[in-house]
């Protein structure tokens, strides 16, 4: 059975940091791009950010920009995101996603998705 499984999330309060871990099992995602996204009540699903197989291509959503890293581990099937200077706004539920075909901006585009983890950041 493939499976991601999200972790890390919480409660913390604005300027605070927390780092999410993605751990897959079932299959390798060492070949494959893997990326983060995140939906808040009553808004769509919204990309975070992406990271190529190597790790020598990343990409951010502009609300990601200067505040959150993506990175990956191989050996341990594992993305990792990395939140500073967090915001209210930043308050969803946190999805990692694998494999991407086509445009990796679109959710639509990933065939394996994790049950997210809650983000919540207080003022």
């Known amino acids: 059975q493939v499976q991601l499984v999200e972790s890390g999330g919480g409660l913390v309060q604005a300027g605070g940091s927390l780092r999410l871990s993605c751990a897959g099992s079932?299959?390798?995602?060492?070949?494959?791009?893997m990326g983060w996204f995140r939906q808040a009540p009553g808004k769509e699903r919204e990309f975070v950010a992406v990271i190529s197989w190597s790790g020598g291509s990343i990409y951010y959503g502009d609300s990601a920009k200067g505040r959150f890293t993506i990175s990956r581990d191989n050996a341990k099937n594992t993305v990792y995101l990395q939140m500073n200077s967090l915001k209210p706004e930043d308050t969803a539920v946190y999805y990692c996603?694998?494999?991407?075909?086509?445009?990796?901006?679109?959710?639509?585009?990933?065939?394996?998705w994790g049950q997210g983890t809650q983000v919540t950041v207080s003022s």
């Open positions: 996603a694998a494999d991407p075909e086509g445009n990796y901006r679109d959710y639509e585009a990933y065939a394996y």
């Open positions: 079932g299959r390798t995602f060492s070949r494959d791009p």
